[in-house]
């Protein structure tokens, strides 16, 4: 099955969900005040969705790759703040750990594309 928008890769519905999750645990009362930590890791979260939709929309799969890999990375800071967010108590250890799953399955989802995308 070829994939004819980008709303159909599954790496991209994940990140969608991670970046509701995001933003709903960013408009908590704890972590309300801490702008900079919001304003980054709500970044980070929709970076990873916006490189895998304008990697697709590139027609080329190296390219595509290139995105993906900007995406993987932006994924790795979400994790990486969420760690912020946990040390500072804004977010509970069940969210956190919610929150950092959701990225491992995009990070899985990601390199798997990147691979079938490579092998091609």
Not at 86 to 107: M, P, V
Request: charged share 30%; aromatic share 12%; net charge positive.
């Amino acid at each position: 099955m070829k994939i004819k928008h980008f709303e159909e890769i599954e790496s991209w519905q994940a990140a969608r969900l991670l970046t509701r999750s995001v933003y709903k645990i960013t408009k908590k009362e704890k972590i309300k005040k801490d702008f900079s930590l919001i304003d980054q890791i709500r970044r980070a979260s929709v970076s990873i969705m916006a490189n895998i939709a304008e990697g697709f929309d590139s027609r080329s799969d190296k390219s595509f790759i290139n995105f993906l890999s900007y995406s993987n990375r932006s994924t790795t800071e979400t994790q990486s703040l969420l760690y912020v967010a946990f040390d500072q108590e804004y977010i509970s250890e069940q969210e956190f750990i919610n929150l950092y799953e959701q990225c491992n399955k995009i990070h899985g989802l990601t390199g798997g594309l990147i691979r079938y995308l490579k092998s091609k």
